[in-house]
């Protein structure tokens, strides 16, 4: 039941749209998508809240609250994706919405184990600390290399497929950490961001 995500890596990007983003992102990109991300993210809150219980009590997931989860880790990941310019595009808002290039899915689980929700939800943050540890190092690096890749689109078009790849990688350890927090899979995140078979 693993997490797929994955980003379609352009051939060419749009010097236009690097610089607006760049320099008016702010403006018409950063801020209205953070503050509907803020309050969509207390309804996603109150939802994990209520998921624990429901789950301990019925051994069930809430279908709707599932593709709330999912629809709202998509639209961070669409929005993230373009703030950081590996997309090119508006991205849209909404947890129904979507864009061409961005890809997450996650298997709705008929089932949840009642043990492991009660273990998730007493102690996740602490389990997830070596995780957080590693992802905020590696966000330096990250940092850097969307530096380097400003430049490289403003004069070549081009976003290098390693650095993308980097990215892409750091999401998607993200998006694991995130989806094992929310209940959403049992698989505990590997400690990589590279897309890896769970073996169960």
Same mark, same amino acid.
């Given at each position: 039941? $693993?997490?797929? !995500? #994955?980003?379609?890596?352009?051939?060419?990007?749009?010097?236009?749209? *690097?610089?607006?983003?760049?320099?008016?992102?702010?403006?018409? +990109?950063?801020?209205?998508? =953070?503050?509907?991300?803020?309050?969509?993210?207390?309804?996603? =809150?109150? *939802? +994990?809240?209520?998921?624990?219980?429901?789950?301990? !009590?019925?051994?069930?997931?809430?279908?709707?609250?599932?593709?709330?989860?999912?629809? +709202?880790?998509?639209?961070?990941?669409?929005?993230? $994706?373009?703030?950081?310019?590996?997309?090119?595009?508006? &991205?849209?808002?909404?947890?129904?919405?979507?864009?061409?290039?961005? #890809?997450?899915?996650?298997?709705?689980?008929?089932?949840?184990?009642?043990?492991?929700?009660?273990?998730?939800?007493?102690?996740?943050?602490?389990?997830?600390?070596?995780? *957080?540890?590693?992802? =905020?190092?590696?966000?330096? *690096?990250?940092?850097?290399?969307?530096?380097?890749?400003?430049?490289?689109?403003? !004069?070549?078009?081009?976003? &290098?497929?390693?650095?993308?790849?980097?990215?892409?990688?750091?999401?998607?350890?993200?998006?694991?950490?995130?989806?094992?927090?929310?209940?959403?899979?049992?698989?505990? &995140?590997?400690?990589?961001?590279?897309?890896?078979?769970?073996?169960?």
């Amino acid at each position: 039941m $693993a997490l797929s !995500f #994955h980003i379609d890596h352009q051939e060419e990007f749009s010097r236009k749209e *690097l610089l607006l983003r760049t320099f008016f992102g702010v403006f018409y +990109l950063l801020i209205p998508h =953070s503050i509907a991300l803020f309050f969509v993210s207390i309804l996603s =809150s109150i *939802l +994990l809240f209520l998921t624990f219980w429901t789950i301990l !009590f019925t051994g069930r997931y809430p279908r709707a609250w599932f593709d709330t989860q999912l629809g +709202l880790l998509n639209w961070n990941a669409r929005f993230t $994706a373009s703030i950081f310019n590996c997309i090119d595009g508006y &991205p849209a808002f909404g947890l129904s919405a979507g864009h061409p290039c961005v #890809h997450l899915d996650i298997p709705y689980p008929e089932a949840v184990s009642r043990s492991h929700t009660f273990i998730v939800g007493l102690f996740g943050p602490i389990l997830l600390i070596p995780h *957080l540890f590693i992802l =905020s190092v590696r966000n330096l *690096l990250v940092l850097f290399l969307n530096l380097l890749a400003f430049w490289s689109i403003l !004069f070549t078009k081009r976003y &290098p497929k390693s650095w993308f790849d980097w990215f892409v990688e750091q999401m998607r350890w993200g998006m694991r950490i995130n989806a094992y927090i929310y209940f959403m899979t049992p698989d505990y &995140p590997p400690f990589t961001g590279k897309e890896v078979q769970i073996m169960h």
